[in-house]
T-cell receptor, first 114, second 114 residues
Framework: QQQVKQSPQSLIVQKGGISIINCAYE??????FPWYQQFPGKGPALLIA?????SEKKEGRFTISFNKSAKQFSLHIMDSQPGDSATYFC?????????????FGSGTQLTVLP | DGGITQSPKYLFRKEGQNVTLSCEQN?????MYWYRQDPGQGLRLIYY???????QKGDIAEGYSVSREKKESFPLTVTSAQKNPTAFYLC?????????????FGPGTRLTVT
């Protein structure tokens, strides 16, 4: 089972607030967990990624928290800004033979109110 | 500028017609991918290619075909056998597939079939 479950489907946050998006996975063979950010009409772009042997990774206002035993990980956006309004996807990356495949969550549409 | 080009941005076709979506990259990446994105869903992998003249089916390959005659190009044909072809199609590339490499996405093509 390669499914990645993402919640919530949509999120509205006030400017300056904290946005939290959660993901859960089933396949323990995933060995990398990236988050992608997508603006309307554009392709996704890598935001931040984490390996499962690390519990937390921070880049600027964006932090991934990773709980290997619970098979869960989350994205925290501190001091959320209107420019952060976008759709966010979590993913699990896995080696498939000599190739690698990404399995994406269903996405979270974040709206940051000014 | 290095990047991925997808054309056209919008494409309209009548039911029963095959249509080919273009994807070109000048990043000198070995691996290329095609994803389909539907509203409220994550990206689903259609086909991927690790090297020229080689490609593999993804999770939803039925009704699609690809070719990889040049390193820079990975066109996707949506055939009349694809039962629900209307979607946003995204092409991506990465440096390789043996280890985790970031996937870079193009701007996408929105296909509407009526």
């Amino acid at each position: 089972q390669q499914q990645v479950k993402q919640s919530p489907q949509s999120l509205i946050v006030q400017k300056g607030g904290i946005s939290i998006i959660n993901c859960a996975y089933e396949n323990t063979a995933f060995d990398y967990f990236p988050w992608y950010q997508q603006f309307p009409g554009k392709g996704p772009a890598l935001l931040i990624a984490i390996r499962p042997d690390v519990s937390e990774k921070k880049e600027g206002r964006f932090t991934i928290s990773f709980n290997k035993s619970a098979k869960q990980f989350s994205l925290h956006i501190m001091d959320s800004q209107p420019g952060d309004s976008a759709t966010y996807f979590c993913a699990g990356d896995i080696s498939s033979g000599s190739a690698r495949q990404l399995t994406f969550g269903s996405g979270t549409q974040l709206t940051v109110l000014p | 500028d290095g990047g991925i080009t997808q054309s056209p941005k919008y494409l309209f076709r009548k039911e029963g017609q095959n249509v080919t979506l273009s994807c070109e990259q000048n990043l000198n990446h070995d691996a290329m991918y095609w994803y389909r994105q539907d509203p409220g869903q994550g990206l689903r992998l259609i086909y991927y290619s690790q090297i020229v003249n080689d490609f593999q089916k993804g999770d939803i390959a039925e009704g699609y075909s690809v070719s990889r005659e040049k390193k820079e190009s990975f066109p996707l044909t949506v055939t009349s056998a694809q039962k629900n072809p209307t979607a946003f199609y995204l092409c991506a590339s990465s440096l390789g597939t043996g280890a985790y490499y970031e996937q870079y996405f193009g701007p996408g093509t929105r296909l509407t079939v009526t």
